[in-house]
């Protein structure tokens, strides 16, 4: 093995992974050309406490050595990642705006939302990790102005490999060439199907569109994410942080999820002209006259 590695095959070092610092052990080492000319050295994880669908490679700069100073390195970011997050809900939750005195029922309610994170902050969180493209702001823009003021629909069921369950296989393929987290993007990608499918009727249409939901009930046994595409896909990404802050999911795996959400969204962007519809249909007389008696 070159010189040049810095950690050997089964040393037990820190990561960095997002904000925070964790345990984990080396399992493999390979170098490859870094785009910028010379070598990229490259360490195989398995992150302490976790099982082998989260190992991932990750470039030495991301990596430390297991030594006391590090790993209090690791405790105070820790610390200062819940003192950050206990600030941001004590700002949203108003202390000091109102009930300044600290007693009574406004103390009571403010001590209960600084005590452990809020779903409030929690969703207000994730909805800025997940922050929509400019691009995709656009698209979400367009989509509506189609259906609310023109009175168009999104041709269904997508066709040319549009759909959302087509999308979401091409991603998982794009990313597992190269890396090594095939069943931890196909986890993700099960999970946003299944999201999608329960959220859709309920969460997901203008009321425009339900009609054209009802209709592709009555006469197609597929499932919605092998009807609908990418139109409908961002509108979920939109309710996803108030659903996940509603789930009772460990710090680490949020911030693991979140992380390949983000890459699905850059992803999305960089295949617009692929996956959204260039036209919008008009809808028949028939259709237009139902909506009228509903």
Not at 24 to 34: G, I, L, P, S, Y
Not at 91 to 102: C, D, H, I, L
Not at 166 to 192: I, M, N, Q, W
């Amino acid at each position: 093995m070159p010189q040049s590695f810095a950690f050997t095959e089964g040393e037990d070092v820190l990561a960095y992974h997002g904000p925070l610092i964790h345990e984990a052990k080396v399992r493999q080492m390979e170098t490859k050309d870094a785009p910028s000319g010379g070598k990229l050295r490259l360490y195989l994880l398995r992150y302490t406490g976790y099982s082998t669908h989260w190992d991932e490679w990750v470039p030495e700069s991301r990596i430390l050595k297991n030594s006391p100073e590090n790993v209090a390195l690791q405790k105070d970011r820790i610390k200062d990642f819940q003192r950050a997050h206990k600030q941001k809900v004590k700002a949203e939750s108003g202390v000091g705006s109102g009930a300044a005195g600290g007693g009574g029922a406004g103390g009571v309610a403010k001590k209960a939302r600084i005590e452990g994170p809020s779903e409030e902050a929690l969703s207000a969180e994730l909805r800025e990790s997940l922050r929509l493209p400019h691009g995709l702001k656009l698209k979400m823009i367009e989509d509506w102005e189609r259906i609310t003021r023109e009175r168009k629909l999104v041709p269904l069921p997508r066709t040319g490999g549009a759909t959302i369950t087509e999308l979401l296989d091409e991603f998982k393929s794009a990313k597992t060439r190269r890396t090594a987290h095939e069943r931890l993007y196909g986890e993700v990608c099960d999970g946003l199907r299944s999201y999608f499918n329960q959220a859709l009727p309920t969460l997901l249409l203008y009321a425009y569109e339900r009609r054209q939901y009802r209709d592709q009930c009555k006469h197609k046994a597929a499932a919605p994410v092998d009807v609908y595409g990418a139109e409908h896909l961002l509108r979920l990404f939109v309710k996803l942080p108030e659903l996940l802050a509603k789930c009772n999911m460990q710090r680490e795996h949020l911030t693991v999820l979140v992380a390949k959400l983000t890459e699905l969204l850059k992803f999305l962007q960089s295949n617009k002209a692929k996956f959204f519809a260039n036209e919008y249909e008009v809808p028949t007389d028939e259709y237009v006259r139902a909506l009228g008696h509903e």
